[in-house]
């Protein structure tokens, strides 16, 4: 079985073939495009701009601190009839295709960001039209992107309320194929596209996920039938830039729907945390998008591992309940020495699993708690560090389900590792908590956040 050192290493020999993935994000002004770029590839909306609001040289890249695989060069949006700026962005586009450039150099995607229209309005002027033919004579990958379908939805919504809900998502999609794939297809019949929806931020608008995940696939599959050789890998890596907004929501909705609740009273429902935890647990997992066909990773066997890993940082170490064999002993090392002694010691406990204790104090009525602030932090942590390594042992293996021989490694890798530190950490951030302290969410989610992203794996080729 490779080691997580070996993998590095393949992938990055792979990854130097093409080092960054160069993507145009075209379009009209106001369309959103500065939203997209923020929102799936995690970079600062004001850095999508140079100089004054609204202004970009599309000639410098924009690179992501959380994904430097990624150059992103983004156009001046344009009005209608703008010629000049439309002509940058062709020019570009020349010089950065065809056989005599390298291919490090070459534009590998274009996305055009199309805003849908109103009725009777064109979806496409003819400076987009333009750029998708110019696309296509020069064969470089585009996917047309239809943004703001949040406001097609809510304008039909409010004109079809006595309609039941499937005649109206039948409805809604027909209005869609009138008013944008139509057009589009009479440009050209297999141009590929994906809408986008709640990227503004504005009002009770929250990203659609499941959109913005088939907006990456499509790009993946328009990159590979372009550049076939390992060009998977590179735009593989869309996904982990969108991963840590997904785990971000994952983790306010916990700490909102459930942290709050233990907050506002004294004593709550037995099964609270362990439905909290349910929940976390599936919101993570599914943000991660792994081909996991066989739902391994909603298993029980795969939550009880998780949970395992969390009992070990829930009680109090000077107390001690939950009878593990050299619990103190075992937190000292990890303490004192690090993660590598640590692990030494959690064979064991990997067999004991789940225990007597940590079952109980999940089906109790309990307080407001450290320990109970430690579990769920843990658990949260725990899970997130994990999937990650998944993601890392799973990325030279595309287009095959995950397998249950990839979670035993992803967890060792986890214990050998990091798991050590970070339960040193949360326990020291939890220790230091006052009751009052422990029942306020920002700090503990901000917590969690920071080690999720300090002990996460680094994607980037160093320089």
């Known amino acids: 079985m490779p080691t997580l050192e070996t993998l590095e290493l393949e992938s990055k020999e792979i990854l130097e073939e093409c080092p960054q993935l160069r993507v145009v994000v075209s379009g009209?002004?106001?369309?959103?495009?500065?939203?997209?770029?923020?929102?799936?590839?995690?970079?600062?909306?004001?850095?999508?701009?140079?100089?004054?609001r609204g202004t970009c040289d599309i000639k410098e890249p924009i690179v992501s601190e959380q994904n430097k695989l990624f150059a992103l060069h983004d156009s001046e949006g344009y009005e209608p009839g703008d010629s000049k700026k439309a002509k940058v962005v062709q020019d570009f586009l020349v010089s950065h295709s065809g056989d005599n450039v390298a291919l490090k150099d070459q534009v590998h995607v274009i996305w055009l960001c199309i805003q849908l229209p109103h009725a009777g309005g064109r979806a496409f002027e003819t400076g987009d039209e333009d750029l998708l033919k110019l696309a296509i004579e020069l064969k470089i990958p585009v996917v047309v992107v239809f943004t703001r379908y949040d406001t097609?939805?809510?304008?039909?919504?409010r004109q079809l309320r006595g309609d039941t809900p499937e005649i109206r998502a039948e409805k809604i999609e027909a209005r869609f194929e009138g008013l944008c794939v139509a057009p589009l297809h009479a440009v050209h019949k297999d141009l590929p596209y994906a809408r986008t929806s709640g990227l503004s931020g504005k009002g009770k608008a929250k990203p659609d996920w499941e959109a913005l995940d088939a907006l990456i696939t499509t790009t993946k599959d328009a990159i590979e039938a372009r550049f076939?050789?390992?060009?998977?890998?590179?735009?593989?890596?869309?996904?982990?830039?969108?991963?840590?907004?997904?785990n971000n929501a994952a983790i306010a909705v916990g700490m909102k729907r459930y942290w709050s609740g233990i907050a506002s009273s004294t004593r709550f429902p037995g099964t609270q945390l362990e439905k909290c935890l349910n929940t976390v647990h599936k919101e993570m997992t599914d943000s991660w998008n792994l081909y996991d066909p066989d739902d391994l990773l909603q298993s029980l066997e795969f939550v009880e591992r998780v949970r395992t890993l969390a009992q070990l940082v829930t009680p109090d170490v000077s107390t001690a309940p939950?009878?593990?064999?050299?619990?103190?002993?075992i937190q000292g090392i990890a303490g004192i020495v690090g993660a590598g002694a640590f692990a030494v010691a959690l064979p064991s406990i990997a067999v004991i699993g789940l225990t007597g204790w940590f079952l109980g104090f999940l089906a109790r009525a309990y307080f407001a708690t450290p320990e109970t602030l430690r579990c769920f932090m843990g658990y949260i942590v725990d899970l997130s560090l994990v999937l990650d390594k998944l993601f890392r042992i799973t990325l030279l293996r595309a287009c095959r389900p995950i397998t249950q021989a990839e979670i035993e490694q992803a967890f060792d890798q986890y214990k050998e590792g990091e798991l050590g530190r970070v339960h040193r950490e949360i326990r020291q951030f939890a220790g230091k908590a006052t009751i009052q302290e422990i029942v306020r969410t920002k700090p503990a989610e901000e917590k969690i956040k920071e080690l999720i992203k300090q002990y996460s794996s680094d994607f980037r080729i160093q320089s």
Request: aromatic letters at 4%; a positive charge.
């Open 322 to 329: 939950m009878r593990l064999p050299n619990l103190d002993t």
């Open 228 to 246: 076939p050789t390992n060009a998977w890998i590179v735009a593989a890596m869309a996904q982990r830039a969108s991963v840590e907004e997904k």
């Open 152 to 157: 097609l939805l809510n304008s039909m919504n």
């Open 28 to 52: 009209k002004s106001g369309v959103g495009k500065t939203s997209l770029i923020g929102t799936t590839f995690g970079i600062d909306k004001n850095a999508a701009s140079h100089g004054e």
